[in-house]
């Protein structure tokens, strides 16, 4: 068994490499994007925390790097987690219910929703590859109904306050927008019982 343990090891990179290719390469829904497929997804077969989030807001559809805006700034506050750990892939996976952007809205609606296509297309494929004992951040309603289909009828509030209902290694959280900044008033607790446990989560995680 030993003998072929770096064989192996080569194969599975060779498969990551192959899969993030095939992903990079995607056309998928192309018809329905507005400005264009740009798929932005980061994983390895190491990282030991993965963060699912919505889709990518415009800034991030022209830079190409994940939650590199004002909604990234706040979830790396929230997580503790730095910069150079946050991009390192080996660490952390970034997937997103939908990996290109949606385009925007009608009116003060915000950006579309993640297309429905690309989770069953892509998901899968790249949960095989990270370690079983990784953390999970749920971040939106989208990941949360998604992911934990039996709390579909509560709110995203009685979600992200009850996280232990949900395991050790599930964390349900709001968007990270600036809508977030009335929600955090709202709910107090948010700062002063779930982030701390979060961060302790990560911590070990990293």
Same mark, same amino acid.
């Given at each position: 068994m030993r003998a072929h343990c770096g064989c192996w090891k080569r194969s599975l990179s060779e498969t990551i490499e192959t899969l993030r290719s095939q992903i990079a390469a /995607?056309?998928?829904c192309a018809k329905h994007l507005?400005?264009?497929?740009?798929?932005?997804v980061q994983f390895s077969g190491s990282a030991r925390i993965l963060i699912i989030g919505q889709a990518p807001g415009s800034k991030v559809h022209a830079t190409g790097v994940p939650w590199d805006d004002p909604s990234g700034e706040r979830l790396r506050e929230w997580t503790g987690i730095k910069p150079d750990d946050f991009y390192n892939a080996d660490k952390v996976a970034l997937m997103p219910m939908g990996f290109c952007y949606?385009?925007?809205g009608k009116g003060k609606s915000g950006d579309l929703p993640p297309r429905?296509? /690309?989770?069953?297309l892509w998901h899968e494929r790249i949960l095989e590859h990270l370690p079983e004992d990784r953390l999970t951040l749920l971040v939106g309603s989208y990941a949360q109904v998604e992911f934990l289909p039996e709390s579909k009828k509560q709110s995203l509030s009685h979600r992200v306050q009850n996280f232990s209902a949900h395991g050790t290694n599930i964390f349900p959280l709001p968007h990270p927008s600036w809508r977030v900044a009335g929600w955090m008033k709202k709910n107090p607790w948010f700062e002063a019982d779930v982030l701390p446990e979060l961060k302790r989560a990560i911590s070990e995680k990293l």
């Open positions: /995607c056309t998928h507005g400005a264009g497929p740009r798929p932005v949606p385009g925007k429905k296509e /690309c989770a069953p």
